[in-house]
T-cell receptor, first 115, second 112 residues
Framework: DTEVTQTPKHLVMGMTNKKSLKCEQH?????MYWYKQKAKKPPELMFVYSYEKLSINESVPSRFSPECPNSSLLNLHLHALQPEDSALYLCASSQKSPGQVYGYTFGSGTRLTVV | KQEVTQIPAALSVPEGENLVLNCSFT??????LQWFRQDPGKGLTSLLLIQSSQREQTSGRLNASLDKSSGRSTLYIAASQPGDSATYLCAPQGSNDYKLSFGAGTTVTVRA
């Protein structure tokens, strides 16, 4: 299995809703990432998990809450989002060992629309 | 902060032409560099990964070169096909923080 699987593929949510995005990989990768991509822009890093611990938070608003329950699974919990948070949310993973990081594998993304 | 520039921003060619996509980056302290393809509204597909110690990498019709000291990488696509139409993203990975930095991409259209 050489894929990163993201669910759902599409999500429409109201500003008062709570929803979660899910990301799963079975490649044994120990680093996992959330990216946000607005239309016609490059992806922007949100969070990095390394060995199931949050290692980087790129000053993301608290209405986005990441979680890494185990080495294969990464969630992004969403609450009280704004319409400007509408974007494609991408999950990625990479192999990581002490002092070494390898290429990234991306999922197909969740298209989020906040109404 | 790593700044990545991709030139040209867009490219339209007839089928069969060879494509040359350029990428420059400001910080040469990179661990590796990946080229990705992105179709509209889709995720990123990794095309090639070049380690910082390598000069080039090849896969089928794709060839990528890396000149780390001058902060440049070039992606060559031979004998282009309509199916090559997509946005191509260059992403050097920092050797200190292992973060990927993305360029804005080159959008390629191959006309049949």
């Amino acid at each position: 299995d050489t894929e990163v699987t993201q669910t759902p593929k599409h999500l429409v949510m109201g500003m008062t809703n709570k929803k979660s995005l899910k990301c799963e990989q079975h490649m044994g990768h120990r680093a996992m990432y959330w990216y946000k991509q607005k239309a016609k822009k490059p992806p922007e890093l949100m969070f990095v998990y390394s060995y199931e611990k949050l290692s980087i938070n790129e000053s993301v608003p608290s209405r986005f809450s990441p979680e890494c329950p185990n080495s294969s699974l990464l969630n992004l919990h969403l609450h009280a989002l704004q319409p400007e948070d509408s974007a494609l949310y991408l999950c990625a993973s990479s192999q990581k060992s002490p002092g070494q990081v390898y290429g990234y594998t991306f999922g197909s993304g969740t298209r989020l629309t906040v109404v | 902060k790593q700044e990545v520039t991709q030139i040209p921003a867009a490219l339209s060619v007839p089928e069969g032409e060879n494509l040359v996509l350029n990428c420059s980056f400001t910080d040469s302290a990179i661990y590796n560099l990946q080229w990705f393809r992105q179709d509209p509204g889709k995720g990123l597909t990794s095309l090639l990964l070049i380690q910082s110690s390598q000069r080039e990498q090849t896969s089928g019709r794709l060839n990528a070169s890396l000149d780390k000291s001058s902060g440049r990488s070039t992606l060559y696509i031979a004998a282009s096909q309509p199916g090559d139409s997509a946005t191509y993203l260059c992403a050097p990975q920092g050797s200190n923080d292992y973060k990927l930095s993305f360029g804005a991409g080159t959008t390629v259209t191959v006309r049949a």
